[in-house]
Structure formats: structure tokens, C-alpha cells
């Protein structure tokens, strides 16, 4: 039977969202490697939204369920309807969105506060003993919400973001954007991503041995 | 040298704008064949907005070239800043922007309106004998504003929009998702992508050979 494998989304968008080339390919590899993908997101305003053409911010206002919808084509649920006991295992793309929305760590650093359905997701899976995976920055948010278990993480080799996680309780480790590291006790999987890039096809190589590494362990 | 491939997008999501699998699978076949990518969009207001949660339309407006951004990460081109002498080759990812927003081909059938920049690049590109893709639906905007040149063109089995390329004076060629079809005289490269779907690792097989061709053809 296909393994479950549930994919959290922030948004559309790599300054305000979910990093876009970061949850296809994590769709692509899942459906390559025959899982079933259930994508969910949190129903809930955006931080804010940016021109991604100027890096600016816009005056408007945008849902992250709604915007993370047209990454899934429609098929998407409300993050807070979503149990683990649906699930085999998570998947958490990157992109600003997964420390904009999903925590605020991109605001706050380590001080950042979890999204409380993210955070519940998160509790339920460590407590199944269900795999987790996390690209680019949002280990950052892994790390504050299970900071108490002192997960082993990695967002490349970002100095700054590298000290933020060990503040709040992760230990990370450095890797190259075509790698993942696992941390097998916990059995949470990361890999940098755009954390480095520098294009798609380099984050692929990452991504698809992430996926692997996953569905594995699930 | 790499050869310069042009990416036309046409929003940001699959029921107003680019369809985002598709657009994201292009410039990872794209990067991964070595080519430079030149990503592109018509600075013009979507035709409409919509929640891909609900399919029903939304008040407010969006911008194509500002949304076609996000899947480009900000490195993206006013359209009518492009020549075709700038590129070996265009493709044009489908979702329903590439018939709403770069012809209204989704609202008039066979009697749509080409963007002129979208015309004036298309035309640009065939006087200079360079190589065109077109994903899904996109076929059918290639078709009104080239059809003078009766290409041969794929848009699936959909009997209705095969019949409305006839109409605009194309030839409909009958293909499966994993493949493509080629009208080497005009050197145009069609696959019908979400036309049939179901599933994006299907899609993926017929863009990747598509992206191939195109970049062989250049």
C-alpha cells in the first residue's frame, strides 16, 4: 500500500510562501517513488505579501491555505483538520513562508513562536515516531518547536541561521546543497536547498535523496 | 555556449495563471540540460483571480507578470522588453493563464485575442526559425496567433479543443501525456501535459522530452 505522506505548505512564493521549485520537486519525487500525497496548510492570514519582482511589500492581504492551493491544484487540506495518525510522515518545504508563517523565526530569530497547528502536527509525529522532513530554512521552525529533543539539523551553512538553531535547543551540521543529513534517533531528515542553491537543478539533487530518505523511514 | 531558452509564464497557478508544475518541471529539465533560462511574462492585469481552494473567482486584481514572478524568484523579464533575438528557443508552460492571460482563448474559442506581445515574440520567433514549446493548453494560444501557418499541434484527446485549433486553422494531432509531437517544419514541440495529467510524475515525462527536443532543435 502506497505510503501517506503529508507535505506542509506556507504560501505560494519564495519571499512570502512556500519556496515554489522546492515543493514541486518534493511532489515529483513523492509521486515518482509511488507515495500519496496529502498537502495541508495553515488557515490563516500570511505575515504579508512581497512583489517578487522588487522584494517589496505589497498592500495586501493573502490566506496561506488559499495560495498554498495553487502549488496542490486544488487538492488541499486545512492544516488544523490533519492528524498524524493520517499520515506515514511530513514533509516541510522551504522557502520565507516556512519562518513567516509557519513560525515567525524570520522575524523574531529564536524567540520565534510556532504556529499552534504546526506545532500539534509536529508533537504528534515525534510522539508516532512518524519521520519528518524539513528543507532550507524551515528546520529553523522544526528547531523551535522541538528544540527540547535537540534534533540534529542542517541549513547548509549559514552562520547566523546555523547559531539561531543551536539556541533553541538543535545541534546543526553542515552539508552541501546535494545532500541530507539524517538524524537517525529522531528520525528527521534535512537538506539546505535554496539555503544554498545555487539553481533548481542543484536543490533537485538534495530534495530527491531527502524524499528517499523519508519515505524509507516511514 | 549555453543556448538561451526563453520561459513565458502567464501568472502563478493552474486555474489563473501558469500551471506551477509545469513551469517548475521546464526550468528544471532546462537547468539540468545545461541551457540559460529567460524567464517572461506580459505586464498586464490577470483576467481574473482564482481561490484554487473553491475554483470561484475572487475580488481583487493581480498582475501577471508580478505573480509569474514567484515561480521565476524574482529573475524574470518584462515581455515586451524581449526579442527573439535574445533566444535560441521559447516554451510557454500551459495552466489556464496561457489562455487567459496571454489570449482569451479560454473565454472566446477560437475567435481569441493574442496579447500583441505575445504575437509580436511568436512572430519573432518564426521568421527567425527558432523553436517553440508549448505545454497543455498553451497550444491553442500558439495556434490563433500562428495559424496562418497551419503548425501541427497537441493539445491531448480533448475532442472540443482539438477542434477549435482546427478551426483557428492548426492541425490537432492526437498524443499521450509522456509524449510530445513535433512539426519539424515550423519547429514547433507540443506535449499535452495537464491536458491528460493525471499525476505529475506522468507530466514530467512528456516536458522533459519536450524541453529536449526544443533544446536540440535551437
Chains 1, 2 share one sequence.
Not at 507515495?35 to 493573502?62: G, S
Amino acid at each position: 500500500m502506497a505510503k501517506k505522506i503529508g507535505v506542509l505548505l506556507a504560501g505560494c512564493g519564495v519571499f512570502d510562501g512556500s519556496e515554489i521549485h522546492e515543493a514541486v520537486l518534493t511532489l515529483l519525487y513523492l509521486d515518482q517513488a509511488g507515495a500519496e500525497v496529502i498537502c495541508m496548510a495553515p488557515n490563516v492570514a500570511q505575515l504579508h505579501v512581497i512583489d517578487h519582482t522588487q522584494q517589496t511589500q505589497m498592500e495586501e492581504k493573502r490566506n496561506v491555505l488559499v495560495e498554498s492551493a495553487r502549488i496542490a491544484r486544488g487538492d488541499i487540506l486545512d492544516l488544523a483538520t490533519v492528524k498524524a495518525e493520517q499520515l506515514d510522515a511530513l514533509i516541510i518545504p522551504g522557502g520565507f513562508g516556512a519562518a513567516k508563517n509557519l513560525s515567525d523565526f524570520a522575524v523574531k530569530g529564536p524567540d520565534a513562536v510556532v504556529h499552534p497547528e504546526v506545532q500539534r502536527l509536529l508533537d504528534e509525529m515525534v510522539a508516532a515516531k512518524k519521520p519528518i522532513g524539513a528543507l532550507c530554512i524551515a528546520p529553523a521552525t522544526v528547531a523551535r518547536a522541538l528544540g527540547g529533543l535537540h534534533p540534529e539539523l542542517t541549513i547548509g551553512k549559514d552562520v547566523g541561521t546555523a547559531a539561531a538553531i543551536e539556541t533553541m535547543g538543535g545541534k546543526h551540521v553542515a552539508c552541501p546543497v546535494d545532500g541530507i543529513h539524517v538524524d537517525a534517533a529522531h528520525k528527521i531528515v534535512t537538506t539546505p536547498a535554496y539555503m544554498l542553491g545555487p539553481g533548481i537543478k542543484d536543490v533537485a539533487k538534495g530534495i530527491e535523496k531527502l524524499v528517499k530518505k523519508v519515505i524509507e523511514l516511514a
